[in-house]
């Protein structure tokens, strides 16, 4: 099994075609033709990471967010990205990142969020590049009780939000920064939005508009995609052997 194997495999579930323009995707770093026997899935690919799949004996790291997005004009030590390219290479581990394709797909990042939320009839939100997508609670919860619900089943150190004024039945989720899809949500009949990095002005606007809007944390919206990942890919591959990542996001509390 190569490492152009695996990712031929996610290609054909979550096409780089279906990724938002300049959204840099795919084998990131390393020889598609090498054989791969370990793998290692995680939400980033941190110097952390690389060292605790070096340490696992893995050769490839799956990865959500890009290593590399912007061009890299020099690779000195002493900053992360290049840090873990470096460690990367040194230790022959490949790395395949997923970003938008991985979100907008079918049981990918949003569609995750919804199941660990409890969402059910789960749908497409109308007008968010096929990423955004909304759901119902099988009963209406308090906007307490929705938050304790949230934070629960995210495992999120903590929630920044809007006023709570009403009962929540109706919920949109985008996991990460889809904080402007807060107008979809209101158009359509939403009454709780959860994503995260939420700037101060959209909680003023959504709280005018009667939203609970909900900043989850990036990390704690999107890592529930890595475990049904890890998961599918082992039914896949059961010849290989599928470890996730225990390193967290560098962001993990609110104060």
């Given at each position: ?13 979550f ?11 795919g084998?990131l ?12 899935l ?32 020099r690779?000195?030590?002493?900053h992360?990205?290049t840090?873990a ?36 009839d789960?749908e ?6 096929g ?9 209406a919860?308090d ?13 999120a ?10 009962d ?33 002005g ?19 919206t ?32 609110f104060?």
């Amino acid at each position: 099994m190569t490492v152009q194997a695996v990712f031929d495999h996610i290609n054909a579930r979550f096409p780089v075609s279906s990724a938002l323009p300049g959204d840099n995707i795919g084998i990131l770093a390393g020889d598609p033709a090498a054989e791969v026997t370990r793998v290692m899935l995680a939400l980033d690919c941190t110097p952390a990471v690389v060292q605790e799949a070096a340490q696992m004996g893995c050769v490839l790291i799956i990865t959500h967010h890009p290593l590399i997005f912007r061009p890299l004009g020099r690779v000195n030590p002493g900053h992360f990205v290049t840090d873990a390219l470096t460690a990367l290479l040194k230790n022959d581990i490949a790395l395949i990142s997923m970003h938008t394709n991985l979100d907008a797909g079918a049981d990918g990042v949003n569609d995750c969020l919804a199941a660990a939320l409890g969402l059910q009839d789960v749908e497409l939100l109308p007008d968010a590049e096929g990423i955004g997508r909304m759901g119902t609670l099988p009963e209406a919860m308090d906007g307490d009780a929705f938050l304790r619900h949230v934070k629960v089943s995210l495992d999120a150190p903590g929630l920044r939000h809007t006023p709570v004024t009403g009962d929540i039945r109706k919920v949109a989720v985008g996991g990460g920064a889809c904080g402007d899809y807060w107008e979809q949500a209101v158009a359509a009949g939403c009454d709780a939005l959860v994503t995260a990095d939420i700037k101060y002005g959209m909680f003023s606007y959504a709280a005018h508009a009667g939203l609970l809007l909900i900043d989850a944390g990036h990390f704690s919206t999107e890592n529930t995609v890595i475990e049904p990942l890890g998961e599918s890919l082992q039914q896949a591959f059961p010849e290989l052997i599928f470890f996730i990542s225990a390193v967290h996001g560098d962001v993990t509390c609110f104060a």
